[in-house]
């Protein structure tokens, strides 16, 4: 901006300049004049609003990685190699994450899918500085790549180490370009990404039922990890839906959250092992 | 700027403008959008079978613009009920991998050398049906064996066998995998029949000896499945699992209670159970009386073994011993199962279900309807090793990988050795010819496939996507080869061979149906009447009493030079040693450990402590036989004096996601072998 003179024009060019730059980067942030509750907090869902979530029951799940392999495929996610797996930079939405208690001869063990736990009061998008995560009107917690700076401050925020960083743009063997799932952008160097519940079907689900024109019926959308799950161990559906199954199963004697403390009010329940 | 005054109070009239915004617009604004996802070009589905191992599960493949794109289970297949396992969910990667075989290989230096010479495919069946036209004229030497899959039936193998067939007789053979089959030698000597139905969500208590069956199950989804139901089943009931195992392996952590083994010894273990099942006379009296031959022959040979020497070669605490005994005689019906390991140990193992008296009509395991012919089975390598052929034809296996050892002596006496293959696996790369087949997306399906109880699937669909490049269907190089060589009566294309086939199957319709309706037929829904194809009608001990006077299974000999014990396991990822050339598969190899990409060894930080190796060290494994480069793991819930390994990597080509990754641990040894370790 050139220096300002006391002008009307330059008043004028001034107001303007501002505007575009408050607008442009929401730097009205940084003043504390901005509503930091814009789409990013908890807010009351309007009646008959979809809130998505999953349960993973893992006294089924047997750790098979079923769900890794399904999401990667779905979701373009880079093939990964020996350098990027020894300096733990593998980008995987959905991870199996275990955890180990006791010793020998009597030790235990627990294998946990880990996909986004889609919170409903996420600490990753309070810190976005521009507004490139935020929760959606159903819950989904979202990534807008095109808006990422990539300062990963989402991806330190985020205690369940759901969000990974692209150190490197992805190598795709030309031949592996026709894999493609054509639904789902392929990310650039330098951007966070996460899992979305492969929220591209849910927005074919809902293509399809205004083409039909009927409401979006339960089961008519599941990511990619539910789908394929030979244990049926992970059920998804609509938490408000009283009727879902997922709805139900979140209100089991067994389900817990992961880190409840910290009150980020996950959407994934786990319903833990034994009778 | 300067901060004057002036400045001061222009900068709060803007500020005061902008932040007076309404709400509305500043949420519109900083809120994303969110795109309509892209037009999308034209979708469509294609159903056919998963042909990444021999379990045979349904999927359908979503294809934009004629790409597949998607991969996903077909929920109504009895096979997989919607679900696949890592592999199935893996296949595009091998449909589209940048590094697979597209023309046939002429070898031009030493075997191994990979140093080819790219000929066309009229050249390639004319060089080969030479060639055995050559080795079948006055040789006194086997002229052909032919090495195919084990226990599933498919088409191309069928045309293999039409091939072998029509040179000469025993010359078809099929090579398994131990650590992912079932006792069927067991099943052969005590049933008279491999043909057992095991119907594992029946048990109430589930002993599994050495089999670690969530990863390493022959038909992987059935498998997690089977546990689902084990665990929270309709019936509301929860089954006891057991897993007696050297490694804390993902079945052991799933199960409700460890017990840790010294690797090769799991059949002993069975031997002393048995033994006290018979003494604490909780064996079950009626079945044994009723429906077996020779208990009391097999009751007095297990007189030399006592509890003490059991728990001294096994590790396990006798008291450990003698509660797993009542727990097998108080939860019934309780099953024990093993996979395809030491005959010993198969029998020892499936002893103990006649003692407890869950085989036949209702119980764990049954008869089963089959058809001869159907089974393939894999004991290629005794006779092969005694007379080798003149000309090995291998089709989709990898022997050279799988057990090295004997094959490797096999395939250097073989003068010519010629693989169908995708990929340049270790067999491949040591042939003198390799020939490009389809991946099984690009293949035509009509397969059997029979499930662990004893439910058979037979489908049938043409090939989900078109070939990408100039590769063939096994089956159709097989056919040319026939004619090539035998000329009348062989249909001149797959197509109408495979036609003809399920004219035979009465299945023809099949085919049509894989546009969405049901491609597959269920064959026969399990139990046969007599489980038993024995002379007397029975189950029979015998085969077992004998092995028994043979062999001093006390035994336990130290070792002070290799001090340690190996323990080899076949992740899922990798199962049947394949996998490791898709990088998706890579990722997901050790989910215990978060290990992939490499060649762990897993092992107590007691053991590590003498050869002084820290975790995460690159060390060597070594055994009599060689020795291996592997990364160290130190894990306190690993046996101490126990090293343990993955199968499946450790290939010198395989594509560039496999290509010189990790070590092969079969090179040095099996379940058991003495090793010792140091720094790399």
């Known amino acids: 901006m050139e220096s300002l003179t006391t002008s009307r024009n330059g008043f004028l060019r001034g107001l303007l300049g501002t505007l575009g730059v408050f607008l442009l980067s929401g730097i009205g942030k940084a003043w504390g004049t901005a509503p930091r509750d814009a789409g990013h907090g908890k807010r009351p869902l309007k009646p008959g609003e979809h809130r998505w979530g999953m349960v993973i029951d893992l006294d089924k799940c047997t750790g098979c990685g079923s769900c890794v392999v399904a999401c990667s495929t779905e979701n373009n996610l880079a093939l990964g190699n020996p350098q990027e797996a020894s300096m733990g930079r593998i980008i995987r939405w959905l991870k199996i994450l275990p955890s180990h208690e006791g010793e020998f001869p009597t030790p235990k063990q627990r294998l946990l899918p880990m996909p986004c736990q889609q919170c409903d009061i996420p600490p990753c998008t309070k810190v976005c500085p521009v507004y490139a995560t935020f929760r959606n009107e159903e819950g989904i917690v979202g990534q807008v790549y095109s808006r990422c700076i990539g300062c990963r401050y989402c991806l330190n925020a985020c205690p369940y180490t759901c969000k990974d960083f692209n150190w490197k743009a992805p190598v795709w063997p030309e031949e592996m370009r026709a894999s493609f799932n054509p639904d789902v952008s392929i990310r650039p160097k330098g951007v966070v990404e996460k899992c979305l519940f492969c929220h591209h079907r849910l927005q074919r689900a809902k293509e399809e039922a205004v083409a039909e024109g009927r409401p979006l019926r339960e089961n008519d959308y599941q990511p990619a990890c539910a789908e394929i799950c030979p244990a049926k161990a992970i059920v998804f559906g609509d938490l408000n839906n009283n009727d879902s199954d997922a709805a139900n199963l979140s209100k089991d004697p067994r389900a817990f959250h992961l880190l409840e403390e910290l009150g980020t009010e996950p959407k994934v329940t786990y319903l833990k092992e034994g009778a | ?680």
């Not at chain 2, 059935?222 to 007696?244: H, K, N």
């Not at chain 2, 399906?445 to 990408?468: I, R, T």
């Not at chain 2, 190996?566 to 890579?586: I, K």
């Not at chain 2, 080509?653 to 790399?680: C, F, H, M, Q």
């Open chain 2, 1 to 680: 700027m300067e901060i004057s005054r002036r400045n001061f109070f222009k900068f709060g009239i803007f500020s005061g403008l902008t932040s007076a915004l309404p709400a509305w617009a500043k949420k519109a604004v900083l809120t994303p959008k969110e795109d309509a996802p892209p037009p999308m070009g034209e979708e469509s589905f294609a159903y056919t079978i998963c042909g990444l191992c021999p379990a045979g599960c349904g999927i359908r493949v979503r294809k934009v613009d004629g790409h597949a794109v998607g991969i996903s289970g077909i929920p109504d297949h009895p096979t997989n009920q919607g679900g696949l396992c890592p592999k199935g969910a893996a296949s595009l990667q091998e449909l589209y991998h940048p590094d697979r075989l597209r023309t046939p290989l002429l070898r031009r230096g030493p075997r191994g050398s990979g140093e080819w010479k790219e000929i066309s495919w009229d050249k390639a069946v004319r060089s080969l049906s030479e060639k055995i036209t050559r080795a079948r004229s006055g040789s006194k030497i086997k002229p052909l064996a032919a090495l195919t899959r084990a226990r599933a039936w498919d088409i191309q193998g069928e045309a293999l066998r039409g091939l072998a067939d029509s040179i000469g007789k025993d010359n078809f053979f099929a090579l398994g995998f131990p650590k992912s089959e079932f006792p069927s030698d067991a099943y052969e000597r005590m049933h008279g029949s491999r043909r057992v139905a095991f119907h594992m969500s029946r048990a109430k208590l589930l002993v599994s000896f050495g089999f670690d069956w969530l990863q390493s199950y022959p038909s992987p989804v059935e498998a997690q499945m089977a546990f689902a139901q084990l665990r929270r089943g309709p019936s509301g009931d929860r089954a006891e699992i057991v897993q007696i195992e050297p490694r804390f392996s993902v079945t052991a952590g799933k199960a409700d209670q460890w017990v840790p083994v010294r690797p090769g010894t799991e059949g002993l273990l069975a031997l002393i159970l048995a033994k006290q099942l018979i003494a604490n006379e909780t064996y079950d009296k009626a079945f044994i009386h009723a429906q077996s031959r020779g208990f009391e022959d097999f009751k007095k040979s297990l007189d030399a073994l006592s509890l003490d020497d059991v728990s001294t070669a096994t590790e396990v605490p006798g008291k450990e011993i003698r509660l797993l005994a009542v727990k097998l005689s108080s939860l019934k019906p309780a099953a024990a199962i093993t996979n395809r390991g030491p005959l010993l140990t198969q029998m020892a193992v499936h002893a103990l279900n006649a003692l407890l008296g869950n085989i036949g009509t209702g119980g764990v395991f049954s008869g089963m309807e089959g058809r001869e012919g159907f089974w393939a089975d894999g004991l290629a390598d005794q006779s092969l090793q005694a007379r080798p052929p003149e000309l090995l034809l291998v089709d989709r296996v990898d022997p050279l990988f799988l057990s090295p050892s004997v094959w490797k002596e096999i395939v250097a006496k073989t003068p010519f050795v010629a693989t169908v293959s995708s990929f340049l696996n270790e067999t491949a790369l040591s042939s003198d010819l390799v020939l490009p087949c389809h991946t099984p997306l690009e293949r035509g399906h009509c397969s059997f496939h029979v499930s662990a109880n004893g439910s058979a699937v037979l489908g049938a669909a043409p090939k989900a996507v078109a070939p990408l490049h100039e590769t063939k269907d096994p089956g159709e190089i097989f056919l040319a080869l026939t004619r090539a060589l035998a000329g009348t009566r062989v249909p001149a294309d797959f197509d109408s061979y495979v036609m003809s086939h399920m004219k035979k199957l009465r299945a023809e319709k099949l085919f049509h149906e894989s546009s969405g309706g049901k491609f597959w037929r269920e064959m026969s829904a399990a139990a046969s009447g007599n489980p038993y194809a024995t002379r007397s009608g029975k189950f029979e001990f015998d085969a077992l009493t004998n092995l028994l006077k043979l062999q001093d299974v006390k035994k336990a000999r130290e070792d002070g030079e290799f001090p340690l014990r190996l323990h080899l396991y076949a992740p899922l990822a990798f199962s049947f040693g394949e996998g490791a050339h898709l990088p998706y598969l890579q990722s997901v190899a050790g989910p215990q450990m978060q290990e992939a990409w490499e060649t762990w060894a897993e092992m107590h930080p007691e053991t590590a402590s003498l050869p002084g190796l820290s975790d995460g060290e690159a060390i060597w494994v070594e055994s009599r036989r060689g020795k291996i480069e592997a990364r160290a793991r130190l894990s306190r819930a690993a046996m101490p004096g126990v090293v343990s390994l993955p199968v499946g990597l450790g290939y010198a080509d395989y594509g560039r996601w496999a290509k010189g990754l990790g070590s092969n641990p079969l090179e040095i040894g099996e379940e058991g072998t003495e090793v010792r370790l140091w720094k790399a």
